[in-house]
């Protein structure tokens, strides 16, 4: 390889990133518009201001874009875990500030990436996203898991992992919803979730 060559590929490389990363965000703004079954490559090629042909330069398929789609959410989620869903959010607070300190990020996080719920927040996940996704959602309920623990002491396992599950299709409900309003409308739905969160958590505290 010439002089010149080893110049150029670090460019080469930054331009291909910076490629991945146009595509990556055009996927997740199609995903969130049309569903994971609705959205096709052109669409996401379209969307990316690219041609089909150079899409598939960087990903087979659309399973592919999605994987790495995923795997760019997870990595976001996880400084996410760390800072909200961690047991220390609900030392020393109520339970009403502690559901308020995490539900206003969450929401805020589902927002700033409109094509996550497409890929996370579904029952019916296409078997190629499944293996991708799946530890991403075991690491979130057990981080909500642990939060609840702390919020709700003493409930037995069995029940916590049914008050766990419920929270999250809760939030998995009104999420689009929130999306989709006004952004007064939102505030107000936002509100409304917490209060629903903690009028839960409160009664399977008392049923303990």
């Known amino acids: 390889m010439t002089d010149d060559a080893r110049q150029g590929e670090p460019r080469r490389q930054a331009r291909g990133q910076r490629r991945i990363e146009q595509i990556l965000h055009a996927s997740a703004t199609v995903f969130a518009e049309h569903g994971y079954e609705g959205a096709t490559t052109n669409a996401i090629a379209g969307a990316a201001g690219i041609s089909p042909g150079s899409l598939y330069q960087y990903f087979k398929n659309k399973d592919d874009i999605a994987r790495a789609l995923a795997d760019h959410y997870a990595e976001r989620l996880q400084a996410f875990r760390s800072e909200v ?106 509100a409304e979730l917490q209060t629903v969160l903690v009028s839960y958590l409160e009664t399977a505290g008392r049923a303990r």
Do not use: C, W, Y
């Open 85 to 190: 869903l961690a047991t220390e959010s609900a030392a020393g607070v109520t339970l009403s500030a502690a559901v308020e300190r995490v539900v206003g990020p969450l929401v805020a996080f589902n927002l700033a990436h409109p094509g996550f719920k497409s890929l996370f927040a579904r029952t019916d996940m296409p078997a190629p996203l499944r293996a991708a996704v799946a530890p991403v959602q075991q690491a979130i309920h057990g981080r909500v898991a642990a939060l609840i623990g702390a919020l709700v002491p003493g409930l037995d396992p069995a029940v916590l992992s049914r008050t766990v599950t419920v929270v999250i299709q809760i939030v998995r409900g009104m999420i689009p919803l929130i999306a989709e309003a006004s952004p007064s409308e939102q505030a107000a739905m936002t």
